[in-house]
């Protein structure tokens, strides 16, 4: 349970020490280049590299890795959030070349965001689907849909077998009988 009176009071935060934290004060690096200079220079030393690399060998992706770099720049004072957003690409050519010297291939993102968004489509639809055909008793031509759209494969259908399933022949015993039917003309 919350403890209700172990919570700030209102206009707590105005009694503090002024300038306390260090996103209260001036920013160190005001200019972009001195920003760029700083992180290069930061990152030129080689224990900071090999950590690096063993980083983006495990996996890390350049863009995640440099935008933390500038977040936590920012939170320790060191430069605004606008500098941060225009020495960020800086940084992360500087850290991309730096890691093909260590034969490491850096990915840029840790995904594509169209692919991913496409995967939670799929997967929200057979979601769906399935949920729908666990409530649904009657079994008829529109459930038998259903259940085949949730078997389909969507690589599949990204790699071009987008043709249907042909239906095999009706053999002439098995053509239909009756009023009704048709027959040869």
Do not use: C
């Not at 920013?27 to 280049?33: A, M």
């Not at 992180?39 to 935008?67: Q, S, W």
């Not at 968004?117 to 639809?125: C, F, I, L, P, S």
């Amino acid at each position: 349970m919350v403890d209700v009176f172990s919570r700030p009071i209102p206009g707590q935060s105005l009694t503090a020490t002024p300038k306390n934290a260090p996103w209260e004060r001036p920013p160190e690096l005001v200019e972009t280049g001195e920003a760029v200079k700083f992180y290069i220079n930061k990152l030129a030393d080689e224990d900071i590299m090999d950590d690096l690399a063993v980083t983006f060998e495990m996996g890390a992706d350049l863009k995640t890795v440099v935008e933390t770099m500038m977040v936590m720049g920012t939170m320790k004072g060191m430069h605004t959030v606008e500098v941060g957003m225009l020495a960020g690409p800086i940084v992360a050519s500087f850290v991309k070349a730096a890691m093909s010297t260590y034969d490491v291939i850096v990915k840029e993102t840790a995904g594509d965001p169209k692919e991913a968004r496409k995967a939670k489509n799929v997967e929200r639809m057979r979601t769906l689907m399935g949920k729908y055909l666990e409530t649904d008793p009657e079994q008829d031509a529109g459930t038998e849909l259903v259940k085949e759209l949730s078997e389909v494969d969507p690589t599949a259908i990204e790699q071009g077998n987008t043709e249907p399933q042909q239906e095999p022949m009706m053999e002439a015993e098995d053509a239909p009988t009756g009023l009704m039917a048709k027959g040869e003309v």
